[in-house]
């Protein structure tokens, strides 16, 4: 089993900046991909960043390309995610997920995830 706490979100105005954390626990050493997503109210969960966990290949939505950054330090099992330059329509909960195997095509597929944290709210005012 595997276990997923974020951390680090917040409100901040926009141009600003937020480093959301996931730590995992439990049995991970499986885990071949995780990523980012968010849902804002009345929305689709929508994917945000993956990262490939064995050769620390990543993707970014468009929507985000250029201002976030996704990376991963093995020894500590965490996830970040460094948001810079936020929009207010970056507002939303933001979930860390991972999964044990995955189809490249599908990335960003929530169906493609096992394991799911239970989200951490940003939210970015004009």
């Known amino acids: 089993q595997v276990q997923l706490v974020e951390s680090g979100g917040g409100s901040v105005q926009a141009g600003g900046s937020l480093r959301l954390s996931c730590v995992a626990s439990g049995y991970t050493d499986n885990l071949n991909v995780m990523g980012w997503f968010r849902q804002a109210p009345g929305n689709e969960r929508e994917g945000v960043a993956i990262?490939?966990?064995?050769?620390?290949?990543?993707q970014y939505d468009e929507s985000v390309r250029g201002r976030f950054t996704i990376s991963q330090d093995n020894a500590k099992n965490t996830l970040y995610l460094q948001m810079n330059s936020l929009k207010p329509e970056d507002t939303a909960m933001y979930y860390c997920?991972?999964?044990?195997?995955?189809?490249?095509?599908?990335?960003?597929?929530?169906?493609?995830?096992?394991?799911w944290g239970q989200g951490t709210q940003v939210t970015v005012s004009s």
């Open positions: 990262i490939v966990t064995d050769d620390d290949t990543k």
């Open positions: 997920a991972a999964a044990d195997s995955f189809r490249v095509e599908t990335l960003f597929s929530t169906d493609t995830y096992n394991y």
